[in-house]
């Protein structure tokens, strides 16, 4: 089967609801990228709404910054299309670079510049005037909250105050569209609720479009309103984060047994149930629907003799949705085209 | 807030132009100069160095062959060229490019090419203020320009734009390896600009091959013409073979340097 139609019957997509009405801010068609003989990107196909924050998730080596450099026009596409606000990034790259922000996997800045420094070129860059300048970098120095050490050399900065650097300089010109690679990777869990605040304001306040990448399942829960799962360069999974967990995920039953050296196969086969682990010194049950299986499955542990002290019914977590669908859709191997990724 | 701005007035992105650009990246790597003191100690003592070792070295052997000769003065040129060479902030650009700021740069709408003539401003501001404490150590020891003040800032002028054609070569090289290493070998280029020449002798005085070599410098055109200034007068012709010579350079080092920084941007 030629590569696209094996892509074409792997993705499964959530439908977006009212999808005919929304304006693109992002979109893109068929984009492929080579390095070499190595595919990152596979005939991506992605659209984004304006005013939406959407996630991306996948494994190391999935394709996300592939993709992030070319939608912010760091790098060309091998083929296909990426448009942003309408237009083609590589034909209109001057004008579409009007229009994003970038905030990379690691905090791209002059150490030797102090922060003020900093904020104050990116602001000339953007063709701001100098007293629009002074008034953002106000406004920024209450993001990055790192007060007087605005005016130290960023060498001296912690990394959660240099992420945060990074994000003002990022959005100093308020793009219309912004891209986050990996923001919070590696900073500690307070630095990480605070970007994630500004993140959900830059999107309820100001309207603007944010994609991110993440490795964290619970950072594109609680940040993304749509989420798209990427792997060997192709998007296996889309929508928003509960119906994915919904619609992928079936149902999950922990059942509280007393489950040493007990043979988990052996409930496997048990009608309705797809899968079966133990997780932290409980039976965990991947079953198609919840509330047919609790029954069979009650019965099945009391056959082999293991009492449940509780049994609980739940959907599965997207940490779980993503592990299943990315181990059911193996990254191509490296130097191999022709896979169908 | 962050973001919100004055009521009715949204701050947002606006295009800037090429001028505003250079200025705003010459801007910077200026203000990076004096926050990087101890690069500038070599480019003030060799030159210091060299004036003093050759002078020292060859005044009275060069005073025996051409009785006629300023040693110091026909010196003085060869040490201000140490100075001007390799001014350059090609490592801070490797920096950059290691470090992601190039590519945040490179997101914003900044001219492509101001990127590049903009490190080159600075250079050429560093280079010719490196010049002065050569020209001081000449008058210390008693050399006088033959074409007064204004033949100064002629000198200064050219060997300025003598450093800035090449430095052309090692933004090539950084722009393309992004190594500091092989930006610091590129300094290696200079030795057969500098040695293959009149630096110690006049041509003259050179065994017949190596004043061929000479003959396909550039820097040999270029020392002919800032001897000139300092120890013959105006004259034109010296002068505008010597300005050739740079430009000559210049345009060979800008177009690798372009080339370089076009592969950068534009990676397929």
């Known amino acids: 089967m030629p590569a696209t139609h094996r892509a074409a019957a792997r993705r499964l997509v959530i439908p977006r609801y009212l999808r005919q009405s929304v304006t693109l801010a992002i979109e893109t068609r068929g984009l492929t990228k080579y390095y070499g003989d190595v595919r990152a990107l596979d005939g991506l196909d992605l659209e984004i709404a304006s005013g939406e924050v959407y996630g991306l998730l996948g494994p190391n080596g999935a394709g996300k910054t592939t993709l992030i450099r070319i939608l912010s026009t760091l790098m060309h596409p091998t083929s296909g299309e990426a448009m942003l606000d309408g237009l083609d990034v590589r034909e209109h790259s001057e004008k579409v670079r009007l229009k994003l922000g970038l905030a990379m996997q690691e905090a791209a800045l002059d150490l030797n510049q102090t922060g003020v420094e900093l904020l104050q070129l990116q602001g000339r860059l953007y063709g701001l005037r100098k007293r629009e300048i002074e008034q953002r970098v106000e406004e920024l120095a209450r993001l990055v909250d790192i007060g007087d050490s605005l005016g130290r050399r960023i060498f001296t900065y912690s990394l959660g105050m240099r992420r945060r650097l990074d994000l003002a300089a990022a959005i100093i010109h308020n793009p219309q569209i912004l891209f986050l690679d990996e923001p919070t990777t590696g900073l500690d869990p307070a630095s990480r609720h605070r970007v994630w605040d500004e993140i959900l304001r830059l999107n309820q306040v100001n309207g603007m479009t944010i994609l991110l990448t993440t490795q964290y399942l619970e950072e594109a829960e609680h940040l993304a309103g749509q989420v798209g799962i990427i792997n060997g360069g192709t998007m296996i999974a889309e929508g928003p984060p509960a119906e994915l967990r919904r619609y992928f995920g079936g149902d999950v039953v922990v059942a509280k047994v007393d489950v040493d050296q007990f043979p988990v196969s052996r409930l496997g086969t048990v009608e309705g149930v797809q899968s079966v682990e133990v997780v932290d010194g409980s039976l965990v049950f991947l079953v198609d629907d919840g509330l047919r299986a609790l029954g069979p499955i009650t019965v099945a542990l009391a056959e082999q003799g293991l009492p449940a002290e509780a049994v609980t019914l739940r959907q599965p977590t997207l940490e779980e949705v993503f592990l299943r669908l990315t181990e059911k859709q193996p990254s191509q191997p490296p130097g191999e085209p022709g896979n169908g990724g | ?268």
């Open chain 2, 1 to 268: 807030m962050a973001g919100d701005g004055a009521p009715g007035l949204r701050i947002e992105a606006r295009e800037t132009g090429f001028t505003r650009d250079l200025m705003t990246i010459s801007w910077r790597s200026i203000r990076a100069i004096p926050k990087e003191r101890q690069s500038l100690i070599p480019a003030i003592v060799i030159p210091v160095f060299w004036l003093a070792v050759n002078v020292g070295a060859l005044e009275e052997v060069a005073g025996r062959l051409f009785p006629e000769l300023d040693y110091r003065g026909f010196q003085l040129p060869v040490a201000v060229l140490f100075a001007v060479t390799g001014v350059s902030r090609a490592s801070a650009l490797v920096t950059d490019l290691r470090g992601g700021y190039f590519d945040r740069l490179t997101v914003s709408p900044v001219s492509r090419l101001s990127l590049l003539l903009g490190l080159m401003a600075a250079d050429w501001l560093l280079a010719t203020s490196l010049t002065i404490p050569v020209l001081a150590l000449g008058w210390l020891l008693g050399v006088e320009f033959a074409t007064g003040l204004a033949g100064m800032a002629v000198f200064v002028f050219i060997a300025g734009l003598w450093g800035i054609a090449f430095t052309g070569f090692l933004y090539a090289i950084a722009l393309r390896t992004a190594n500091p290493s092989a930006v610091a070998s590129g300094l290696l280029l200079f030795f057969p600009f500098a040695f293959v020449t009149t630096s110690f002798m006049p041509r003259d005085a050179l065994t017949d091959w190596m004043s061929t070599a000479a003959g396909f410098n550039p820097v040999t055109y270029l020392l002919a013409a800032l001897r000139s200034l300092v120890l013959d007068g105006w004259d034109p012709n010296t002068i505008a073979i010597g300005l050739a010579a740079v430009l000559g350079v210049g345009a060979i080092s800008l177009s690798l340097a372009l080339m370089a920084l076009r592969g950068r941007l534009d990676p397929a």
